[in-house]
């Protein structure tokens, strides 16, 4: 499956669109009560830890938004876009979404 | 949890040691000196070895096409080949820009401290990105976005308000004209 962030693939024409797909995960964000993150927020610089949560949520709903476009019958994910919002029970939500679409390679 | 021991660690200390009144002060005081002077310390030179990483690594991307476009500039028509890659990074400040937030909501303005915070975060981001497409053999990325989450909960009670973003970038590889 092809995804990008944009409107078009370079070779690619569009044989049909399938509408939006879309895929979220949903993370407890309270660095608070970790404590190697409380370690780090003395000095500072990069929680490891948390950003390999990030990929993982991110990919999670990558590929729930790919599972959607499957079952579409979709061969490419186009324009996809992220978003995060805090949800107030301390958590943060990652969402990805892009329109699916049937693609073919261009005639040269 | 961090903060909360700064919190508790000075009734500890004084519980042991306990001069009187002034000896709790004292010791609270020379707490919070020490981690501001951590912060500014450690944390500075963590920084610093950071930003020169990020420099060091820019200067072997230097030859790849960046840009926030959506109309594939320069694209080579011959290889049709183009994939999405993500680059995520939490980061979070040291003490001393911590305690800056505090002092920010009394005096306001321009934080140039938090600025390289973000800047770092999302220059970091940035080379994930341009890493993994590189790895994968494109030479060029386009409709590079970002998106910003704060990520520091609030500690329960805690004097200090956290300071931790993520910056998640993304961009669309592609094979470029050499």
């Avoid at chain 1, 990069?46 to 476009?69: D, F, H, I, N, V």
């Avoid at chain 2, 931790?164 to 590889?173: D, L, M």
């Amino acid at each position: 499956m092809i995804i990008v962030n944009t409107e078009t693939i370079p070779g690619y024409r569009i044989v049909r669109l399938l509408g939006i797909v879309q895929g979220n995960t949903v993370r407890a964000k309270h660095l608070g009560r970790d404590i190697a993150a409380g370690l780090k927020n003395l000095v500072g610089g990069e929680l490891k830890g948390y950003t390999e949560l990030l990929t993982e949520s991110r990919r999670e709903a990558m590929a729930r938004m790919m599972a959607q476009a499957e079952q579409l019958g979709g061969n490419a994910i186009l324009n996809v876009r992220f978003s995060t919002s805090a949800v107030t029970s301390g958590a943060a939500e990652l969402y990805a979404y892009g329109t699916a679409a049937q693609v073919e390679p261009e005639a040269v | 949890m961090i903060f909360q021991l700064s919190l508790i660690l000075p009734n500890a200390l004084s519980l042991i040691f306990a001069k009187g009144e002034r000896g709790d002060l004292y010791i609270s005081l020379g707490l919070f000196v020490f981690l501001i002077l951590l912060g500014l310390i450690v944390g500075g030179m963590i920084e610093r070895r950071h930003l020169a990483d990020i420099r060091v690594r820019s200067e072997a991307l230097r030859s790849m096409l960046v840009t926030d476009l959506k109309s594939f500039p320069l694209a080579d028509a011959a290889q049709t080949s183009s994939a999405l890659f993500v680059g995520e990074v939490a980061i979070t400040g040291d003490y001393l820009k911590n305690f800056l937030a505090v002092l920010r909501n009394i005096f306001g303005g321009n934080i140039r401290s938090f600025e390289s915070l973000l800047t770092r975060a999302r220059d970091e981001a940035r080379l994930r990105v341009m890493e993994q497409a590189a790895r994968q053999g494109y030479n060029a990325i386009c409709n590079l976005r970002y998106e910003t989450a704060d990520v520091a909960g609030r500690s329960e009670g805690g004097k200090n308000k956290l300071i931790a973003v993520a910056v998640i970038a993304s961009a669309t590889a592609y094979h470029a004209k050499a």
